[in-house]
């Protein structure tokens, strides 16, 4: 039962955001009673986090795979990009908005996971990428690491990128490209224009 209240609660909170979700909301999806929920947990935060902290270590171990089974570092990218765009329609803005404002301790997971794991994780592929020159020598690591963690907050700010003229998944695809696009080396442009051939292929 935990583990249905947490699939539901995150399916609810991803496509409504958090505070319009309410318990009985959740309890109602499922068909059980309140009581059965707050049996499990104390409070909607506490199934905040548990949902946050669940998402991402399956996240990273995604990406984990992602970085063992490409062949290079701009393809671990791309596979990144398919994942976080096939999810990105499922995901409203409310949801970061919600956690930084008013769930501190899920917003705090949060920021720990990408301050910790994602950070990591680009500092890795960047450095790859440098010493397979496909990225160029001259780029700060540390610099272009930080300007892509502080992306994944910044797609989901409205004031910035409002609803009602742009989708989640537009404003992923545009930001990370435009990121890539200014590591590359020549040799990593003429791999890099394969992967973008190769999906605008696929997609029409």
Not at 61 to 74: L, V
């Amino acid at each position: 039962m935990k583990e249905r209240i947490l699939a539901e609660a995150e399916r609810l909170f991803w496509r409504y955001g958090v505070r319009s979700v309410t318990m009985e909301d959740i309890a109602k999806q499922l068909g059980i009673s309140k009581k059965t929920i707050y049996q499990h947990f104390s409070d909607k935060e506490q199934i905040l986090s548990q949902v946050i902290e669940d998402k991402m270590v399956r996240n990273q171990s995604e990406m984990t795979c992602m970085a063992i089974e490409a062949d290079n570092p701009i393809e671990e990218i791309m596979h990144v990009l398919s994942m976080i765009q096939k999810h990105a329609d499922q995901v409203s803005p409310n949801l970061m908005i919600d956690m930084k404002r008013h769930y501190p301790q899920a917003f705090t997971l949060f920021r720990k996971y990408k301050e910790g794991e994602i950070m990591r994780s680009i500092l890795e592929n960047i450095q790859k990428g440098i010493d397979q020159g496909l990225y160029r020598s001259d780029i700060n690591p540390a610099i272009l690491a930080r300007l892509r963690v502080e992306q994944i907050e910044l797609a989901f700010n409205n004031d910035l990128f409002p609803t009602d003229r742009f989708t989640m998944p537009e404003i992923q695809y545009e930001l990370m490209h435009h990121f890539v696009r200014g590591m590359l080396t020549e040799k990593g442009f003429t791999i890099y224009n394969q992967y973008v051939n190769q999906y605008n292929h696929e997609i029409q």
